[in-house]
């Protein structure tokens, strides 16, 4: 059994009270490792600039589209 699956199982046996303990400990951690990379993607000259550049451009040639309308399911 992975640590996950034992931690689900663990959180499955809380007490409403204490899942909520749970989720404010999760929802207010620090960043970690991916959110330090993700910021440095989308900082100036990160490897998402390109993407952010090109579609300036495109906004300010007036080519940005709507997105297309989800399908119903």
Known sequence: MSKVEQLRTEIEQLTPRERAELNALLQNWSEDDW????????????????????????AQAGKLRDLPKPRSA
């Open 35 to 58: 959110d330090r990379e993700m910021a440095a993607d989308a900082a100036p000259g990160g490897k998402l600039d390109r993407l952010r550049q090109r579609a300036v451009v495109e």
